[in-house]
């Protein structure tokens, strides 16, 4: 009889109640992020039977839903589209009973227990947390470039160079990333060009070794992309002293920004933004009691999915032995 009270358009006493009843709800794991290391976490806290909510954001998925084939996630012979993975992910997690809303954090207030989670919508509350927020890429902000992304433009070598067999490929950036990136790159592509905007490269000496000693890999200095071209697929890329380049690819590498900045303040970070993970029990726990971290917004090194994917099992695991504890 309730849901007669309810109108389209036109909340009424049900939907009240529900929101009500969610605000006093206390879940026993609130996950923020929705990428491999969230999900893959949420799958081992409620198949623990552990009450978990994910908050997943109003763009769920993390890097994976920008990537159009991925070939190197473990148990896909012919490999997997990015946002298909992520998707059979997500139903897993909700199959197992997790709870997803796709909103956005605002803030935490992590003094008491619980901990209090507040989205653009409402409060959630929260005996342990898991943050699992993941990394951006820092893009090069050109036209052409967002339009393009999955179709030529990419940030990620190891996940995508193999479709670059042949082809002639460009790499922005001057630190070790990019000179990781190129290398990789060499063992498909024809040709690989590094493009950077300084003079000399930041990277280590013996990385710039092996991109000189490389006769696949040309490197342009002095130089900045103002434009990537191409309607279905990358077909050129601009640079800002008006000469074009025909390519098949670009990869941008001029750093990953952890998601860490809304927990500045609250939660330990390192120099470079990422989360500290400094438990000694529960490797994975921060500084902070019962709040646990997983995959990129901590990982600066390995940045792949299926590494994410084994750090949310850990944090997950290390939840539930503190709950079992707490």
Sequence with gaps: MLDRLDLPGKPGILSYLRKRRRLMEIYDVIIIG???AGLTAGIYTSRANLKTLMIAG?????????????????GFLNGIQGPDLMTNMRKQAEKHGVEIVDEDMVRIEIGDRPYKTYTTNRTYMGRAMIIATGAVTQWLNVPGEQELIGRGVSSCAPCDAPFFKG????????GDAAMEEALVLTKFADEVTIVHRRGEFRASRIMQERIKNNPKIKVRFNTEVAEIIGKEKVEKVKFKDGSEMEVDG???AVGHKPASQIFEGKIDLDEKDYIRRQGAKYHTMSNVEGV???GDVHDYRYRQAITAAGYGCEAALDAERWLSEA
């Design 34 to 36: 929705s990428g491999p």
């Design 58 to 74: 109003s763009k769920w998925g993390g890097q994976l839903m920008l990537t159009t084939g991925v070939e190197n996630y473990p």
């Design 292 to 294: 646990f971290v997983a």
């Design 250 to 252: 670009i990869f941008v």
């Design 167 to 174: 082809k002639k490929v460009v790499v922005v950036g001057g």
